[in-house]
Nanobody, 121 residues
Framework: VQLQAYGGGLVQAGGSLRLSCAAS????????MGWFRQAPGKEREFVAT???????SYADSVKGRFTISRDNSEKTVYLQMNNLKPEDTAVYYC????????????????WGQGTLVTVSS
C-alpha cells in the first residue's frame, strides 16, 4: 500500500490543523492505520491508531486534543489536532499496520512521506 500524507503547516499555539493520509490499494478497510510524529533530534513516537472498524487509541500526550478517524470509502485517514502546543511541532507520518490497534513502529509495514507541523508560541 502507498500512503500520501498532507495538511501540515504553521499554526499558532491553541490553533487547529487536520492532517489527511490517502492510501492506494483495494483493501484499505481491512487494516489499522496510525499516526506517528518525529520532532528534531527525537525518536519517532506513536500518536494515534484506528482499527479497521473504527476503534481508537491515543498517546497520553494527545488525548483529549487529537482525534483520529477514517473514511474507508475515500481510503483516507485523518488526524484532527486541536489546542495545539509548541511541543506538538514535528513531522507527522501515517502508516498502515497489522493487528487490531498497533502502537509500536514495528507493527506498521508501510509509511507515508511525512508532513511538517509547526506550532508557534
Amino acid at each position: 500500500v502507498q500512503l500520501q500524507a498532507y495538511g501540515g503547516g504553521l499554526v499558532q499555539a491553541g490553533g487547529s490543523l487536520r492532517l489527511s493520509c490517502a492510501a492506494s490499494g483495494r483493501t484499505f478497510s481491512s487494516y489499522p492505520m496510525g499516526w506517528f510524529r518525529q520532532a528534531p533530534g527525537k525518536e519517532r513516537e506513536f500518536v494515534a491508531t484506528i482499527s479497521w472498524s473504527g476503534a481508537t487509541s491515543y498517546a497520553d500526550s494527545v488525548k483529549g486534543r487529537f482525534t483520529i478517524s477514517r473514511d474507508n470509502s475515500e481510503k483516507t485517514v485523518y488526524l484532527q489536532m486541536n489546542n495545539l502546543k509548541p511541543e506538538d511541532t514535528a513531522v507527522y507520518y501515517c502508516a498502515a499496520g497489522r493487528g487490531l490497534l498497533p502502537q509500536e513502529k514495528d507493527e506498521f509495514y508501510s509509511w507515508g512521506q511525512g508532513t511538517l507541523v509547526t506550532v508557534s508560541s
